[in-house]
């Protein structure tokens, strides 16, 4: 359930106020939208005839305030002309307060009249001409609430209260306005909607119909997002719609609200699912699957620093392996994955430089070898699939530059050929069933265009993105860029069509912490997804050092490169391949448990260290939001921090108020997943933080 929390009170200094019509109340986000059935309630309060007075088509999707405004200074004008002869030719007439829901025949509460000199006040019939010209004119008695008769000015306001206005002038009937306005602005004049009370008046559901000439423009799925996005701005609580494009009509119901946690459930494989590998939760409790059987067979994880990947990753490695399936991960941080060194059919945890790279030109080669069986009459369906995990893929291909700069022998391309070798897997891997699973800390330009990124059939973000990175991640400004920051494992996957959907990724512990902490739940969670038998067994990665006897030629000359060495690395099944992780041993008899890498007497390489530096500044680096600034309402962007109510939150869509000229709506969630509406004057300067795009370029 999506918690509509109270938008933060104003701040002293400011006039912000929550959104709720001109009383300025707090029908917008006025707390938590509870679940349950409410009464079906027709508006429909524009009256038929609209179609016929505004014959013009609606002027897009959006046109419904320019119209009512269009309508308002039609009166406005109106009564200036008529009341030219009474109150000179260059009279100004102001109209205000105007009468609630009345869009076809709009009536102002107050109208005020700044006449000229040679207009005949002293006259006793003058007011009373004034009186009955306006009443004629606007369709309703107006009485003299004012007549500073020397400043030039009467000031008129309608006689008796208006019915309409003292029958909606409730929570619940202001809030049906506004919302009443939000639909006809975003669907067309001529829509007409059903409003759905739940307990304590909050709304629930709105039911829409609306016309051919606004379905058309529907087919576009961001202009159905972003009319949902305006009704967040708009409404109480986070809203959704169900498009059914075909009758042209629209459900829009409150959005569920995502668990903090989800721990990985136990693998139950059928030939239904064996190839679907499952990552997480939607908001509605579907799962979210890395499809390998999808025409693109390759996948993606991007997260800044502790958002989730290699926990998210973790899992995959999981499902492949209790799937019976080998996985080979290349760990340039060299400690994400030390914890599944002793998992069955984990086969190769690659740490330095040379294992990672061996480990590819080796995928590449058994890539090669399946191509060459399926041209000499192999089936491919036999093939098994194979899980190559290339995390922190950005930090991999710098580590993989600096090498070969490095160690490139003479003769050798400016280029180190693994590159190739990765975008060939990438682009044929899928008949090999070989499936590269990357790893990134920001959508990385290189990544995500070319080969590698045509190849993605499953993409995952964790985490809050740039408005940059969620073009580049989703192909939308807009999505994932107001991810709750401070929940691990929420971000944006894809769904069974391909389409991004929020979404909790699993909770998939790292044996080696669950070990050393012994948290019985996590263990249970691991004892769950432990296969059940090795069937692929762990591998060394061993190369021959430059003085060996292989190197010598029939001159006995050396031939050696490091190069060479790499590319003719040995594959060996490990001494202590059948040893399996213990999930009840006792922490001290656990070796894979504590152990950093450096005390298991792996002989780092300099760049190896220059890595661990990389990785570690990463670590400790704030977030990715410029310094405070001031700004008025009206230029505050999706996706800036503003300071609300002494917290920093998310803008989730900032657009003109629809209802109220001269206000911003805003839609808001916290770092905790809180959301919630305010309403700004346009040019109140609020405090926002702007995201700095993005150091990542740079790198690349
Ligand atoms: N899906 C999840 N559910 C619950 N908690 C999670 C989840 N994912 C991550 N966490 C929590 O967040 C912490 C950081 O996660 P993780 O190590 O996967 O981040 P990361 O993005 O890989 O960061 P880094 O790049 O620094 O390794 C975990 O130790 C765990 O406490």
Redesign the pocket.
Known sequence: MAQATAAPPRKPSTSTSHTGGRAGTAVIGAGAVLAGGGALMMVGDVPAQTVAVCAAPPLAVVGFARWRASRRSRVTNDLTQALAPLAGAAAVVKCSKWARREYVDPKPQRIEIRYQPEARDGDPKWVEQVLSVVGARVGHDYEVDAHPSHRKRILLTQAGPSEKAAEDDTPRGRLQERAEVTMLEMLGKESRAKYQWGKDENLEGIEVRYPDTVAVKLTSRMKRQQIERVVTAMLPGRWRAQWDLEASRAHFELRPALP???SHPKPVITDANRYRIPT?VTEDGDTTFWDLKSTLPHGL?N?????????????IVMEFAFRKWPCWISDP?QI?FLGVKKWPNVQIVAITIEQQMAMIVRAWELMEKRYTQIATGADERDFEPLLVVL??FADLRSAITHWWAENKHKGAPAKCPIFGMIGSLARKARSAKIHLYF?T?RPDAEILSGEVRDNLGFRHS??RLSVDGARMMWGAPYIGTSVPSK????GIAMDDEGEPVES?????P?PR?ALRDRKESDLEILRNLLPEEITHKRLDIEFDDEDAATWLDEGGKSTYTPWGAIIEATFRTAGDADEIIDLDAEPEEQDVADDPPEEMGVEFSRLDRHLHLV?DD??TEDDDYGPSQNVPADRIKDGDLVYLDDQWVVVECAEADLEDDGMISLSWRSDEDEAGEVALDADEVMDIRRITEDKDDEQN
């Not at 929940?487 to 929420?490: A, K, N």
């Open positions: 903090e946690g989800v997480g994880t997260g800044k620093t502790g958002t989730g990947k290699t926990v998210d990753i973790m899992g941080k994400e995390d922190e790893g800390q964790l985490g929940i691990p494992g929420r909790q990724s699993y909770w998939t790292d912490r990785t990463l670590e």
